[in-house]
């Protein structure tokens, strides 16, 4: 059975529920195709920060914040990569992120903050409590009261152009699925593409794997082969992880209804600070790898042999030598950087001004993760390492320290190296990529263009897909894209012409001449 809906929407995550959603509401009627079992993408996977000024949670808080002052803190986290910024759509971002807040709020999500968010000046982050499955919960929610129709299993073919080459449709599992205004492409990154991470960055970041598995870049190939342009696909964020505890993280387990979302919001907002700190310290060190500060200050990393997997200077190197080898390494240190990372203003690892880990909240909360021996030997034994290896390595990184010169690998920063026991290690760790900057090159209205700036007709992209060239480069900017661009393509698709040509070209019948039994119109 072929089906007509007004606005067609690939990928069912954040962006595109919030663009059903959108379309929704500007009265168009929406069919959403999910490729997995269920609705949620990387967005219900997420930490969940959305940072935005502008926001009544801002105004409580005693924030005065501007877009300007947003912009101009957007460029001092850009650094360098400043001059591959897409000033256009960083402005939208800016302009339209507080309002999306409010307008999530709306429909029930609840956050915590602003907190700080370093280089930024003002307080801007807000944290979607209790989990980032919230987002999922009240977006999948708000579809259901607004009619969208929501199709899972169902991985997108080929895209259905009509014979003046607009975009009509796509195909999935055998059956046409036709949007008179306009097809979102909404399938997230391509961080677990291999080929296309190995045509755009190279072999050894091919062999990372993605933290989401189904960001596999469909989207990109769909609106490449309409005739789209993929920008900054050089793009990846690679790191390490701490593998999964036995125990799932306790916050994740909460249940993400508006209720329970509402009571949670009460209760920490009224929580004094230290004992709020040690609440989240529990989940912040279910997973979250250690800063690289560790390293810069004398730690090293080594695989099961014992052996320095990369330079350590290179959270990139990193991910790249541990995924090359088991995908296992482990953090190593002694008592001096120990002592050091037990207290501020040196945590081991961070949610940026919510909560700090340090070394003895790893031994709490982790103790699968925490290793002490008195001697290497000992340190070895406890984490399965091989201890002449490691000995080795120890003896050769002392060497290396105190010339300043690293000819394995090129490594700048020493700290004070690996001095006297007892000794430490943290993991394993485990490589990953968590996400890519890349995407489809789009105008500020969400249309997907093509090689010389021209919309590409019936084709939009939101979120990871929709990027564009800008860059993202500080916490709770990606799930603040997603929302935020889901919403404008929603609402310009539900607002676009319908097509009066709705027949694919190349196909002998014509879609509106088909039998009703064969025809599934959604009004």
């Known amino acids: 059975m072929n089906t007509v809906s007004d606005v067609l929407i690939i990928g069912g995550g954040g962006s595109g529920l919030a663009a059903a959603i959108s379309a929704a509401t500007s009265g168009a009627t929406v069919t959403v195709l999910e490729k997995c079992g269920q609705v949620g993408g990387s967005t219900g996977m997420s930490v ?73 000046e003002k307080p801007r982050m807000h944290n979607v409590l209790p989990n980032s499955k919230a987002y999922v919960t009240a977006l999948a929610r708000e579809c259901g009261r607004r009619g969208v129709k929501i199709v899972t299993s169902a991985r997108v073919e080929k895209l259905l152009r009509n014979s003046a080459g607009e975009v009509i449709g796509a195909r999935a599992n055998g059956s046409d699925y036709l949007g008179r205004r306009g097809v979102i492409l909404a399938t997230g990154d391509y961080s677990a593409a291999a080929d ?113 997997v990369a330079n350590e200077d290179s959270d990139k190197d990193l991910a790249r030598g541990v995924a090359a080898g088991t995908n296992q390494a482990y953090m190593v240190f002694d008592s001096a950087l120990a002592r050091k990372f037990s207290a501020w203003p040196n945590p081991v690892s961070t949610f940026p001004g919510v909560a700090y880990a340090y070394v003895q909240d790893y031994k709490s909360y982790r103790p699968d993760m925490y290793h002490e021996g008195a001697t290497l030997e000992e340190l070895a034994a406890k984490t399965g390492i091989d201890p002449q290896g490691l000995a080795r390595t120890v003896e050769t990184f002392r060497g290396y320290t105190s010339t300043g010169r690293d000819p394995e690998f090129g490594r700048t920063r020493f700290g004070s190296g690996i001095g006297d026991g007892p000794y430490y290690a943290l993991g394993p760790m485990n490589a990953y990529i968590t996400l890519a900057d890349g995407g489809l090159a789009v105008d500020t209205s969400l249309r997907v263009t093509d090689n010389g700036g021209a919309p590409i007709p019936g084709l939009w992209a939101a979120g990871s897909t929709g990027q564009g060239g800008l860059q993202l480069l500080n916490h709770g900017l990606h799930i603040g894209w997603a929302m935020v661009s889901g919403r404008i393509a929603g609402r310009n698709v539900a607002h676009a012409a319908p097509r009066e040509n709705l027949s694919p070209a190349g196909d002998t019948s014509s879609v509106l001449g088909l039998p009703l039994e064969q025809l599934e119109v959604i009004r």
Do not use: C
């Open 196 to 308: 296309m991470k190995r045509a755009y960055v190279g072999e050894a970041a091919a062999k990372v794997p993605a933290v989401n598995p189904n960001n596999t870049g469909d989207g990109f190939r769909l609106g490449g082969d309409a005739g789209g342009v993929m920008l900054q696909m050089d793009r990846l964020y690679e790191g390490l992880r701490f593998a999964p505890a036995a125990l799932p993280d306790p916050i994740k387990l909460l249940p993400s209804h508006p209720a329970v979302s509402r009571a949670l919001r009460f209760v920490v907002e009224r929580l004094p600070q230290r004992l709020l700190a040690i609440v989240l310290r529990g989940a912040l060190t279910s997973w979250v790898g250690p800063n690289n500060t560790m390293y810069a200050a004398g730690a090293i990393l080594v695989d099961r042999s014992g052996k320095r």
């Open 48 to 120: 969940g920060s959305f940072t935005a000024a502008n926001t009544s949670y801002q105004y409580r808080a005693g924030v005065n914040d501007s877009i300007d002052l947003f912009i101009e803190d957007m460029k001092t986290a850009n650094g360098a990569d400043e001059t591959r910024e897409n000033d256009a759509l960083r402005r939208v971002l800016a302009e339209n992120a507080g309002p999306t807040i409010e307008w999530l709020s709306s429909i029930g999500v609840q956050f915590l903050g602003p907190t700080p968010e370093p280089p930024y």
